[in-house]
């Protein structure tokens, strides 16, 4: 008896892909009244996005944004804040897998000195090399 209630309560959710998709609100215009209080302007640097920030308002010094349409400009700043967000993860494995710490989570660090965290990559190639098969 437990076990029927648990295996219903488990599958009564994933039921729901098997009814009829509620209807969506389809609009047809391409720019909208504003996202959050955002409203493409083109005559702006970058459409008007946010994150223009001083000393140096618009810079673009290699000329990305310039006479490109609001898809475009989407596409970079979504790129740019993937690029960023695995900086940031490649500069805090940096900052835990060097001394003091002495953790890895790849391998066992502490019975040996592996050198830098530059050099922690032809470690885990040697002790694990699958690891590389499957990421």
Known sequence: MKSQVIATLLFASSANAFGSPKKKAVGTAVFS????GWVPDESQFAWGLPGSL???PAF??????EDVDLNRIKTLREAELQH???AMLAALG??????????HPLFEAYNRDI???IRHLDEVRAV???FFDIF
């Not at 940096?94 to 953790?103: A, G, K, N």
């Open 33 to 36: 009244d504003g996202l959050n």
């Open 54 to 56: 001083d000393p140096v």
């Open 60 to 65: 673009d010094p290699l000329g990305f944004a």
């Open 84 to 86: 960023c967000r695995v």
């Open 94 to 103: 940096m900052l835990v897998t060097e001394e003091p710490i002495e953790y």
């Open 115 to 117: 050198g830098p965290a």
């Open 128 to 130: 694990s090399p699958a």
